[in-house]
């Protein structure tokens, strides 16, 4: 997995973040978005992230998460 594929999220992952549902228990399982950074440093520092994969799914909407909790759907050649 590489930045600029497009993932589905493969389990159910409950997020409180998402827009629409603020504040609010939201099930994010089969949304597709793209890989837009793998986190290994921060401020320049190394660091072992436990959700390292950041997808966004549209202009507001951005989630970490495991490389095991989403798929590949396709790759950027």
Do not use: T
Request: aromatic content about 10%; hydrophobic content about 40%.
């Amino acid at each position: 997995m590489k930045v600029g594929d497009r993932v589905c999220v493969k389990n159910s992952v409950v997020v409180y973040h998402h827009p629409q549902n603020r504040s609010q228990p939201f099930d994010i399982k089969g949304m597709e978005g793209e890989v837009v950074a793998i986190v290994h440093e921060w401020h320049g520092r190394p660091v072992s992230a436990n959700w390292p994969v950041l997808v966004q799914f549209d202009k507001k909407f951005k989630a970490h998460f495991k490389e095991d909790e989403v798929e590949l759907i396709s790759s950027e050649v």
